[in-house]
């Protein structure tokens, strides 16, 4: 049989076999609707409760500060409009970096169509923000400035606690009320995230990025936050997000949070090791490939390269042939068939991100994997540039 | 129709082994089309023969940067063309391409238009090099492409231009 080999945890990651396993009860068994009175609505109600415990417990908040949702991208969509409409009275003005997720990045764009001013901060080469035009950009009116922990593509971690104190200080100074809001969707779980010592009002988490089930995600909101909700009906969450509620899932995504906090640590070590293993591999083996991001500081699974002359998503596409699991920033492997805004925005032309390559690693990612990887690439590239007018700018 | 994931097994099996892969010295004709900006651009090379009054696309070749879909429309483009005499390579259109690799994903469809463009531009050059008199449908299919050429260029140009302006704001801040 082939070898299957997936290279992409930063798109999902499998169930944990645990996760599942504590989630198996709550499908047929402890099935009750949290909001019924009687014991199997109480039971699942228990459940509920604990798990928000728990999720809580992993990122230091209290548990009536932890909103459960659908996905990060509704927690996102909550942070930006929930905020946006229920501080209008104090501003219109909202800040996010220019290398957001697409569900931060489109939820701001349609706030601009409802009468808000969005600025979007430019990033360096490595892709952290500007901090001196972050600074600039906070006048009175800004309500929210919304920065992502670490990028999804690229992995760069943003200095949070840094932007907290710019934060603080400029509002103190314009007496404005900025609440501040950072998808976490990539570290939580995988790198110490704390709200309190990042300074943030407002945090989105997302269970499928750390071994839990899809469908679920949660929205940090300190208390004090004046915030609405964007789901109207019958007052769970604490008022904050009706829907009947996802036991199962939240219960999976808290068994999730348990595993990570007993074994992030040592995985984070692990996982830094085979990235150096793989960086200093493909741009000594591969000619004309080039590194993006950060490699000092940035999330210990993600690594993006460009290379020279040939195309992301046949890379993909050929890479798939031989069983490995990657994604690309490629305008070709888009709906939109536009290169990734990411990648633009950290400086790269439009040909070079078009030859781009993420590789994300996670917990069941093994050495032997990645000499695999390693092995095979070259030729794959060797391939694509024989077809490609385009051979390269390097030494051969 | 086989579909292995997004493409079909066609389209996978000339993405694999592409037919007709590489340059042509001394071509009689060669076509340059797409944009790296877009992320896709193919070279498309051909030799013509003289044989019994007809002209013969008796070699082609082709380079190609570009995904899946575009490799694989070249490749199989180079093989609905060979052998054929000018007249009939004219004929070839996407509907053709799209059906000899028994389907394309929807976004992926202009593909196949890059490379009849790339087919067309290629005859385009050989006629105007011998000082033919270009059909008047060839005429109008380059000039599209030019005016589609242009487009990208002077997208791509205000793009620099905002790059640059963003540079020169730095330098004047710092």
């Known amino acids: 049989m082939k070898k299957k080999i997936y290279l992409d945890f930063a798109a999902t990651t499998p169930v944990d076999q645990r996760v599942k396993k504590a989630m198996g009860p709550y499908f047929s068994e402890k099935f009750g609707n949290t909001m019924s009175l009687h014991s199997f609505g109480q039971e699942a109600k228990t459940a509920l409760e604990e798990s928000r415990e728990i999720v809580a417990d992993l990122m230091g908040a209290k548990p009536n500060e932890v909103i459960f949702t659908s996905s990060a991208t509704e927690a ?37 169509t409802q009468g808000f001013e969005i600025t979007k901060i430019k990033v360096n080469k490595q892709g952290v923000v500007d901090l001196k035009e972050l600074e600039n950009s906070i006048k009175k009116e800004t309500i929210l400035v919304s920065v992502m922990h670490a990028n999804n593509e690229i992995g760069t971690i943003q200095p949070i606690e840094k932007i907290s104190k710019i934060i603080k200080t400029q509002s103190y100074k314009l007496k404005a009320k900025t609440y501040f809001h950072t998808d976490a969707a990539q570290t939580f779980g995988k790198i110490p995230v704390n709200v309190k010592k990042l300074g943030v009002d407002l945090m989105t988490v997302s269970s499928h990025k750390m071994y839990g089930p899809k469908g679920v995600g949660a929205l940090f909101i300190k208390e004090g936050t004046k915030i609405i909700p964007l789901l109207h009906g019958g007052g769970h969450e604490m008022g904050l997000r009706s829907s009947t509620v996802n036991v199962p899932g939240i219960v999976g995504f808290a068994k999730a949070c348990q595993i990570s906090k007993k074994e992030m640590g040592n995985e984070a070590k692990r996982l830094k090791k085979l990235k150096e293993k793989l960086v200093k591999g493909v741009l000594s083996k591969v000619k004309g490939s080039h590194f993006v991001g950060d490699l000092k500081n940035s999330l210990p699974n993600i690594a993006n390269f460009w290379f020279e002359g040939v195309e992301g998503e046949s890379i993909v596409i050929e890479l798939d042939l031989l069983g490995i699991a990657v994604s690309t920033g490629s305008a070709c492997s888009s709906e939109k068939l536009q290169a990734s805004h990411v990648l633009l925005a950290c400086g790269l032309k439009p040909w070079q991100a078009h030859g781009s390559l993420r590789v994300s690693l996670g917990r069941f990612t093994k050495e032997k994997e990645i000499d695999y990887f390693l092995k095979v690439l070259p030729k794959v590239i060797e391939n694509l540039r024989k077809i490609s007018p385009f051979k390269g700018n390097f030494e051969s | 129709m086989k579909k292995i994931g997004l493409y079909t097994k066609k389209v996978l099996e000339h993405f694999k082994n592409p037919h007709n892969m590489g340059k042509i010295k001394n071509p009689d004709g060669v076509g340059k089309v797409g944009n790296i900006v877009c992320g896709d651009e193919m070279w498309l090379y051909i030799k013509v023969k003289k ?4 002209e013969i696309i008796s070699d082609i070749k082709f380079e190609t940067y570009g995904c899946v879909a575009a490799i694989a429309t070249s490749s199989i483009i180079t093989d609905l063309a060979k052998g054929k005499t000018i007249e009939e390579a004219l004929k070839i259109d996407k509907k053709e391409i799209v059906e000899a690799l028994e389907g394309l994903p929807p976004v992926k469809l202009h593909c196949s238009v890059l490379a009849t463009d790339a087919l067309y531009e290629a005859i385009y050059d050989y006629l105007k090099k011998k000082k033919r008199k270009i059909p008047e449908n060839l005429e109008k299919i380059h000039q599209r492409i030019e005016k589609e050429r242009k487009i990208i260029e002077e997208k791509y140009k205000e793009w620099i231009k905002f790059e640059e302006s963003i540079k020169e704001n730095k330098k004047a801040e710092g």
Do not use: M, R, T, V
């Open chain 1, 76 to 112: 996102n969509n909550f942070a930006l409009k929930g905020i946006a409409f229920a501080n209008k009275d104090k501003g219109n003005h909202i800040i996010i970096s220019s290398i957001e997720h697409p569900c931060i990045i489109e939820s701001a764009n349609w706030l601009k």
């Open chain 2, 51 to 54: 044989d019994k009054g007809k």
